[in-house]
C-alpha cells in the first residue's frame, strides 16, 4: 500500500451520511435482507470502535462493530467492512480490519463475531464457528459464521442466541 496514503480514523457522527451513501453503491438494496442487519436495526454502532479509511478527504472504505451478546456472553458484531471497488485488493479493507480488531482488544472485549469469508478473514484469526452453538436472528449462511477470540479460551463455553446487548444501547 505504499503508493496510497492511507489515514484509518474512528468514525464520527459527521460520517454517518458519506458511509451509508457507500454501503448503498457496495452492496445495494439488498444489504437490509441479511441477518446481520437484523442485529443493526436494534441497537447503534460503537463509534470508538469503527473506522474510516482516507485517502486525503476521499472516503474509500468503513467498518463498523457494534455490541452484541452470545447468550449471556458480550461480544462485538463486526460489519460491515467494505472499500470503494477502485481501492480493492490494496490492503484498505486489511488496515481496517486490523485496526478494528487492535482497538477492540485493547478496549478489553474478549470476542468479535462476523459473518464473512474465512478464507479471507482467518488471516486474522477468524474461524468458524462450530455447528449449532451460536444462532443468528433470520437466515445466515452458517458456514459462513465466524469468531475470533481476543483473549485466549474466551469462546470456550459460549453458546446461545445472537442479539444486540442492550446494556450497552446508546
Not at 441497537?43 to 447468550?71: E, K, M, N, W, Y
Amino acid at each position: 500500500m505504499s503508493d496510497l496514503n492511507l489515514t484509518i480514523l474512528p468514525e464520527t457522527p459527521n460520517d454517518a451520511q458519506a458511509i451509508e451513501r457507500l454501503h448503498e453503491r457496495t452492496f445495494g438494496p439488498g444489504r437490509f435482507v441479511l441477518s446481520a442487519y437484523r442485529l443493526r436495526e436494534h441497537i447503534d454502532h460503537l463509534l470508538d470502535l469503527s473506522f474510516t479509511a482516507r485517502i486525503g478527504t476521499l472516503l474509500v472504505g468503513s467498518v463498523r462493530q457494534l455490541p452484541i451478546c452470545i447468550g449471556d456472553t458480550p461480544a462485538l458484531l463486526l460489519g460491515p467492512l467494505t472499500v470503494e471497488p477502485p481501492f480493492r485488493g490494496r490492503g484498505v479493507g486489511r488496515a481496517l480490519l486490523d485496526r478494528a480488531v487492535r482497538e477492540a482488544k485493547a478496549r478489553g472485549h474478549r470476542l468479535v463475531l462476523l459473518v464473512g469469508d474465512e478464507a479471507y478473514y482467518s488471516r486474522v484469526g477468524f474461524k468458524a464457528v462450530p455447528k449449532g452453538r451460536a444462532v443468528m436472528p433470520g437466515p445466515v449462511d452458517y458456514r459462513r459464521l465466524l469468531v475470533a477470540e481476543l483473549a485466549e479460551g474466551a469462546f470456550t463455553d459460549v453458546s446461545g442466541a445472537i442479539r444486540p446487548d442492550w446494556s450497552r444501547a446508546t
